[in-house]
RNA sequence: GGGCGAGUGGCGGAAUUGGUAUACGCGGCGGACUUAAAAUCCGCUGGCUGAAUAAGCCUUGUGGGUUCAAGUCCCACCUCGCCCACCA
């Protein structure tokens, strides 16, 4: 018998199925349509890492699998060839990023053919081909008819040295990707022109479709975030000795009271008209500075910066001047970029705020727990009411605390109606409650805090709120109180006794605040307090009413927010698409002719971009100078190309109609195909994904296609990490490469299935150098027994044995089938892994030439063909099979199969297992439980002990509860 | 700072609705075959006490709780990982 050796028939079954087109899908076919697929890849030098390998292999097995049962099954192959990368190799050797993806990519299709994936060569797609990126251009053509692309400035990176653009990945540590030495200046930012795709009109869309996706979930969450969609309001505040107003947006207008001062973004459209003549130059200096800060700076450094404009403002809601600042922490393109500072209540504003000695002004009360917190009753009405605490003192280290039983507390009681002020209340019931008639001074010393409270007594619900005051007495003035003498014990103790006698929570967290000395607020959800009317008021309640408040002054409006910006989708580079755009100096910016698509990216000697801020195109004079299509005068080309990022948001659709000229692709294929089932990526592709589901949105409007969502389906798979844990690096050499695994002499079959088997996919697999030796192992063992099978004599099979042989490969075949379906690869091929352990046990006595074994031994194949495919085949082929288990094999599992005649019951006394004991199938509970009884091991622990409770759990377990 | 997720043998990892924890693989140990090695095949392999392949106890990050029964459910804590990050 010769043995299994992956570099004879794997290169034989890869030839083998390049001339029969096994992977070829008809796509007009009648089957059940399924298409697998994992983002496509960027053709670099490098070759396919074990990443790739990783990746292309999960989609590859879930194809596979779909094929052999059956369905049309369709593995698409394209390629993502625009890009930075292959630019910057131009501009440093000179060699044409067209020729170096003539000879890239054709090594790419070894390798892949290499790994056994059942990709569609025949629909192959290159983004970087003119028969692909007609259609891209075509995209930005409707996007520019359809009003949903326009023109804008932004601030892009910039080197002088260069004289050109700079992409974020193209600064490093500040400086430009070709001039980081230690003399080399920093980039810097430059206004520049740019086209934008209104993404932001499919935000809700896109935000209200993601609930539906059978996506990872993690994955939907980065989409939520990435549209960041926020409700709140504008409010205006007036400038205060002008007729100006400046518009906030927050989502916190119910903490309005608590605004103290203004900050405006450094770009702010208002910061030079407010600003006052003294403060001019501060101002510009840092509006300067800040705009120059790198990405770096922004990230590293997050102590707040600002200055003080001279201006200030006035709060809508109580006409308090606020000062105006500008500072780098608010940014100019989310909201209004500005905003109003609620220091107690927003981190930002409250560190803010310390460092520029700004007011802090609480407007939310924290609920305490304690006594008082009961749950609000909805059949009694509610009172507000507000409470004044005493910290009373003499001054000079002693303090006065009430003492009621066994609980010491501060004095203090409501604020009357007769009260001026809380301070007044609080300096009356010091007087009533202690008796110390002389009060000399009173200042708050802790924060607000609330407590809920049902009074039985008066049936009523109390939503209190109230401040602590430190209140100073003269200790030589007590007097026989009128009002409520004797009713209290009062005590004076020590400062160090304080915090160790007081027995409510809530007055000890005061105390602590009070010797603590600074008043810090977490707070962000509560009870309102220092907010005029709206005091004692739910937080949560108010923000809409103070709103509709505001409203009906024309003081504000209920805004929604995104965190979204619409889609910058220009490049001032070479390697692109070039936008389909004449710039006219009489008509602007006009659409080439639809009939003239593609315009053709000119092949060049010099890859360097031009020196004006265009890419290298605009050297290319024959190329630029054309005439307007609009007037017929002379023009230019937009030398701008369109962002990768739209190349790869559309081209799932090409893969159904990869040569059509006369139309992005048949729509009618597409319906049928649509949506994509499967697909998969080792990258979150927060962007992509979102781009390509805009496009999808986009395309489902001009009617192009029935379903907007282009993926059904997306996995989100782990990556492949060196043994220790850390990275594979090509720095610290300690890469892996897939092909020499190959080479070695174990085959990609053995390296796909370890990758397959060596995690869940979900889950980050560690490089283990023994994996692929095991995998290869194991499907040595299959070869063995299916040749040593084909070397048996023919002879019957016991009746017992080839139950047992069915029941194993059912149960496998079940177990493969639903875990492949559910992505539990790993579990697949345990599952595999374990029947062909058991036909080893059962093929030393049972071994014969028969049908039962040829039908274990053929499933077997099948099932673990789409993890190998190429012993699978090799197998089927040998096993007398004429077609190619490639497609239509999957077998099905039987139930008959898995029912056995006994059953194993676990037999647990107490909860602690004891014994496990046979039962025929279907025995009766009675029957189950006298057997449990006898069984030697557990009668020795029910001997002597009374049987309280029987628990049977069918088919499972028998529990004796005993005392 | 915010969000999400995870802690199970020496290692990667299994465990439907709570129901025999440690499937499968790796590594390790022992044996068979062999002049020998590799390969292959067979067996053992969570920890502790024990001479023991007797018996018992313990064990899913830690501590509580619910339950006849908890890796799984609830509460608190610890640790790690990932993503986003000044979005008002």
Not at 222 to 250: H, M, P, R
Request: a negative charge.
């Amino acid at each position: 018998m010769n043995r299994y050796n992956p570099k004879e028939i794997e290169p034989k079954w890869q030839g083998i199925w390049d001339e029969t087109g096994a992977y070829t899908a008809d796509l007009r076919s009648d089957r059940p349509k399924y298409i697998a697929m994992s983002m496509f890849n960027y053709p670099s030098g490098a070759g396919i890492h074990i990443g790739h390998a990783m990746n292309y292999t999960i989609s590859d097995v879930k194809a596979r699998f779909k094929r052999q049962q059956g369905y049309e099954s369709y593995h698409p192959i394209g390629w993502d060839a625009f890009g930075l990368p292959a630019e910057n190799f131009a501009i440093k050797s000179g060699v044409s990023p067209q020729e170096s993806m003539a000879t890239i990519i054709p090594s790419y299709h070894k390798q892949y053919k290499a790994m056994g994936w059942s990709n569609d060569w025949e629909k192959e797609i290159s983004t970087h081909l003119p028969e692909y990126y007609k259609w891209t251009q075509w995209i930005f053509w409707k996007m520019h008819e359809q009003g949903l692309a326009y023109q804008d400035s932004r601030m892009q990176w910039w080197c002088e040295l260069d004289n050109s653009v700079l992409a974020n990945e193209q600064v490093i540590d500040g400086k430009c990707w070709r001039h980081d030495g230690a003399d080399d200046p920093l980039v810097e930012k430059r206004e520049v022109k740019q086209w934008f795709f209104r993404i932001t009109d499919y935000a809700d869309e896109l935000l209200d479709s993601i609930d539906a996706l059978d996506w990872t979930e993690s994955v939907k969450l980065a989409q939520k975030n990435w549209i960041g969609k926020s409700k709140g309001a504008e409010v205006d505040f007036a400038l205060e000795g002008s007729e100006q107003k400046i518009a906030v947006f927050t989502t916190r207008p119910d903490t309005l009271y608590g605004a103290t001062f203004m900050v405006l973004a450094p770009e702010h459209e208002l910061v030079s008209s407010i600003t006052t003549d003294e403060q001019r130059q501060e101002i510009e200096e840092y509006a300067r500075v800040a705009q120059q800060k790198s990405e770096l700076e922004r990230q590293t450094s997050k102590e707040k910066t600002g200055v003080f404009t001279g201006a200030y403002a006035l709060n809508p809601v109580n006409g308090a001047q606020v000062p105006i600042w500008i500072a780098d922490y608010v940014l100019e393109g989310y909201g209004t970029g500005a905003i109003m500072a609620v220091p107690a209540h927003d981190e930002r504003d409250n560190e803010f705020a310390h460092k520029y000695n700004l007011p802090i002004k609480q407007v939310v009360a924290d609920y305490v727990i304690g006594d008082g917190n009961d749950a609000p009753r909805k059949d009694v009405p509610t009172r507000n009411s507000e409470t004044a605490d005493a910290i009373i003192t003499d001054g000079k280290g002693k303090y006065l605390l009430q003492i009621e039983g066994d609980e010491i507390h501060f004095a203090g009681g409501g604020v009357d109606e007769t009260d001026a002020s809380p301070e007044d209340a609080v300096a009356r019931e010091a007087r009533e409650e202690t008796g110390y008639d002389k009060v000399l001074s009173v200042k708050q010393a802790a924060p607000y805090s609330a407590y809920y409270g049902y009074r039985a007594i008066k049936k009523r619900n109390n939503r209190c709120w109230g401040a602590y005051y430190e209140v100073v007495v003269d200790p030589s003035s007590k007097v026989p109180s009128e009002v409520e003498d004797g009713m209290h014990e009062v005590a004076w103790f020590d400062k160090s006794e304080v915090a160790s006698r007081i027995t409510w929570e809530d007055h000890l967290r005061a105390w602590n605040h009070y010797i603590g000395g600074d008043i810090e607020m977490d707070v962000h959800e509560g009870l309102l307090v220092n907010s005029g009317e709206f005091d004692g008021q739910e937080t949560s309640e108010v923000r809409e009413n103070i709103v509709a408040m505001l409203a009906e002054q024309g003081k504000a409006t209920e805004k929604v927010n995104y965190k979204m910006r619409d889609w910058s989708v220009s490049r001032q580079r070479y390697w692109g698409a070039p936008i389909p755009i004449i710039n006219c100096e009489k008509c602007g910016a006009v659409r080439v002719p639809e009939s003239d698509l593609p315009i053709i990216l000119p092949e060049l000697d010099d890859f360097q971009p031009s020196g004006d801020g265009r890419s290298a195109l605009a050297r290319a004079t024959d190329w630029l100078k054309t005439t307007c299509p609009e007037c017929g005068g002379e023009a230019e080309r937009e030398t701008d190309t369109l962002d990768t990022y739209i190349c790869s948001s559309w081209y799932m659709y090409r893969y159904f109609d990869p040569r059509n000229t006369q139309a992005i692709f048949d729509s009618e294929l597409v319906k049928k195909w649509e949506p994509i089932d499967f697909y998969n990526g080792a990258d979150h592709a927060t962007a992509h994904l979102l781009y390509a589901r805009f496009i999808g949105h986009f395309f489902k409007g001009l009617g192009l296609v029935n379903e907007p969502e282009p993926f059904k389906q997306f996995l989100f798979n782990g990556k492949v990490t060196a043994a220790d844990g850390t990275m594979f690096s090509k720095s610290k050499g300690n890469g892996v490469d897939p092909l020499e695994i190959i080479d070695q002499g174990y085959g990609a079959d053995a390296l796909r299935t370890y990758l397959m088997f060596a995690a869940p996919l979900d889950t980050w697999a560690r490089w283990d150098p023994q994996g692929v030796p095991g995998t290869y192992r194991f499907l040595s063992r299959i070869w063995t027994l299916v040749h040593q099978y084909l070397a048996a004599e023919e002879k019957p099979v016991a009746e017992a044995a080839q139950k047992e042989i069915l029941r194993a490969t059912h149960q496998m075949i079940r177990k493969v089938s639903e875990d492949i379906e559910e992505n539990h690869y790993n579990t697949a091929i345990a599952a595999a892994m374990t029947d062909v352990n058991e036909l080893y046990k059962l093929k030393v006595d049972n071994l014969a030439k028969s049908d039962v074994w040829q039908e274990a031994l053929s499933s077997l194949v099948a099932c673990v063909a789409p993890f190998a495919p190429h012993i699978a085949d090799e197998l089927w082929l040998k096993l007398g099979h004429h077609n190619s288990v490639q497609r239509d094999s999957w077998p099905d599992w039987k139930q008959e199969y898995l029912t056995q005649d006994t059953m194993t019951i676990a037999v647990q006394v107490n909860g602690k297992l004891r014994g496990t004991i046979e039962v025929e199938v279907g025995s009766d509970e009675s029957v189950v439980l006298a057997a449990a009884k006898a069984d030697t091991k557990v009668a020795t622990h029910l001997d002597g002990v009374n049987i309280v409770k029987s628990i049977y759990v069918p088919n499972k377990l028998v529990n004796f509860v005993v005392k």
